[in-house]
């Protein structure tokens, strides 16, 4: 159901849109708009990507594990991602991905559906271990007369 959503519907979205503001504005106005929101786009994903970074940074030299870092560098790596597509539907969807109150709604959404799992927490129920195999039919006595044989 995703790859429909993604494949098809979203571009099926995407014209039917472009055609109706460019109905309603122009084509090459509708153009330029297209240009102008991946440029504003990029210089927001850019400046909020270098802020990020330096949150994580001071995170890291704090001693704490980013993970809102990184949860915010996901998402503004999708926002990138979707500002440069042509169309208006997926910038809708990219500017939103830049406003930090979004990607906090996202962050509880996926705390909420997604088990997170620490490094180096384990599970009590997992038992570590080694095994070997052992063939029933040979015994130590049996594999060592094997191997005088063989000399």
């Known amino acids: 159901m995703p790859f429909f959503i993604i494949f098809f519907l979203v571009p099926v979205a995407e014209v039917f849109v472009f055609l ?3 109905q309603w504005i122009g084509v090459l106005e509708t153009l330029l708009l ?12 850019r400046h909020q ?3 990020t970074l330096f949150k994580a940074r001071r995170e890291m030299q704090s001693g704490q594990l980013p993970v809102t870092e990184l949860f ?23 500017f939103a991905l830049l406003v930090p109150a ?6 509880r959404w996926a705390a909420r559906h ?4 620490e490094m180096g927490q384990t599970d009590p129920d997992i038992v570590e271990g080694t095994y070997e195999r052992v063939d ?16």
């Open 49 to 51: 990507g270098l802020e």
């Open 72 to 94: 915010d560098g996901l998402c503004l790596v999708a926002a990138g991602a979707m500002l440069i597509t042509p169309g208006f539907v997926t910038d809708i969807i990219g």
């Open 20 to 22: 109706k503001v460019g």
């Open 102 to 107: 979004m990607r906090t709604l996202l962050r």
């Open 136 to 151: 029933p039919q040979s015994t130590p006595q049996k594999d060592a007369d094997k191997t005088q044989r063989l000399s």
């Open 114 to 117: 997604f088990q997170i799992v």
């Open 34 to 45: 297209c240009v102008l929101t991946a440029g504003i786009g990029g210089l927001l994903v």
